[in-house]
Each structure stands twice: as C-alpha cells, then as structure tokens.
C-alpha cells in the first residue's frame, strides 16, 4: 500500500461535522493525521464525535465557529493549531446550497448574500487565518470542496453556481500568492453531486439509490483531497480537479 506520508500530520477541516467534511477528517485519521474540525454548532461537533470520529485516541480536536464570522473563526483556528501543535494542512469544506430551485425572480439577496458568505468567505477566512501557522510548516497544503457548478450551471442553483465559480479563482489566486514565498499548494476538489445531507436536502431526496445518474460518495472525494494534500502530489498546485465521472468532457454534439 502506498504510503501518502501524512501520518503525524496536522489538519483543520472546516464543515468537519458532517457530510464531505467528516469523511475527510475520518480519512485524514486513518492515515494517523491528528485532526480538527470545526463546525458551526456544538450538535453537529457532538454528532461527529460519536459517530465516525470515535474511537481517535485522541487524535481529534473540535471547535464551533461560524467560517463567515472572521472573529470566530480566529479563535477556532487558533484554539485548534495550539491543541494539534501546529499546522500542515487545512481543508475548506463548509458550505451551504441557498434556494435551491429558485428562480432569478425568487432567489432573495439575503439568500444569495449568505451563500457567497459561508462558501466563498468563508474559504477565504479560512486560509488568511490559517496561513501564519501553515507557514511555519515544510510541506503545507490548502484543499477547498468546490463544486462542478463552477465550471457548468443548472438550472434553480444561481447562488450556489457563483459561489462556486469564485471557488475556481479563488484556488488559482491563492495557489499563487501562497506559492512563490513559502511553498504552500492550493488546490481543490469539484465532484459532481455528492450523497450528503445537505444534497438530499437541496434535490429533495431520501435516497439517491435510484437516480439515473451518478453520485460520489463523502469517501470518493475524501480520497481526492488526501492526494492532493500529501507531500507525493507536490507538483500539484492551483488545480480544480473535476471529480465528475466525466461528464464535463461531453461535446454537446449529437453523436
């Protein structure tokens, strides 16, 4: 098996309560990484540590914080790099899908403002917060979750298609301003649909069992994002890997 060289690593995930972020912490922790996670309320955090982060040997940190509030997430960032003792890698996971279904017409400012707020700023803040102690380490790595609607769009989805369309720029941005001085890769992974509360949710689902197309699991891109935080893709820097069964490479041609 090969060895992704991450064990005894240090990790902050943000949305790590649930859905794709909890399967990146738990993954993270099987590959002997001592982790934090912060989510937005204690439930959630209590949730998790229950559930699939027990068992850690205490492994696991939690911080609740708001990822859109700067002030919060400081102190949750903070809290969490003393705990770890210090930090290689965060992982921007926090998000929020807004009015799904909405047309232009419907779709609120308060609405549209709170999407950009948690899934774009919230990346952000997370990054300027982190990024003194990710300084500090020899191989660091910044993974944000964005999303195929940054690079296709669906019809009901406004908000959260530009959210994510901004998540694509911001990695590029980043991956620079991070790169040149201190060797810190910025990346980020964007599946297709992905079988999490929050998509059951914003489709209105129980189940994707029956769906006439496919879907990620948390695991699939939690595999992803282990790749490109582990010192073996160090050549890997300001990329939006499309975790999207290919579908992106369709030519609209009718063939």
Known sequence: MTDLRLEGSRVIVSGGGSGIGLAVAAAFLREGAKVGIISRTAQTVERALAGALADSDGLVFASVADVSDESSLAEAVLDLTTRLGGLDHIVASAGVEGEMGASLEEVTEQ?????????????????????????????????????????????????????????????????????????????????????????????????????????????????????????????????????????????????
């Open 111 to 255: 609405g549209f403002r709170e999407v950009l707020n948690v899934n774009v700023l919230g990346a952000f803040l997370l990054v300027k917060q982190a990024a003194p102690h990710l300084k500090l380490a020899s191989e660091a790595s910044v993974t944000i979750i964005g999303s195929d609607s940054g690079f296709v769009a669906a019809p009901g989805m406004l908000a959260y298609n530009a959210s994510k369309g901004a998540i694509v720029q911001l990695t590029r941005a980043l991956s620079f301003e991070l790169y040149e001085d201190f060797k810190i890769r910025v990346n980020s992974v964007c599946p297709s649909i992905v079988d999490t509360p929050m998509a059951r949710r914003g489709m209105g689902v129980d189940s994707f069992n029956d769906v006439p197309f496919p879907v990620n699991t948390p695991d699939d891109v939690a595999w992803s994002v282990l790749f490109l935080s582990s010192p073996l893709s160090r050549a890997i820097n300001g990329v939006s890997l499309m975790s999207d069964f290919g579908y992106s490479a369709r030519s609209s041609f009718p063939a």
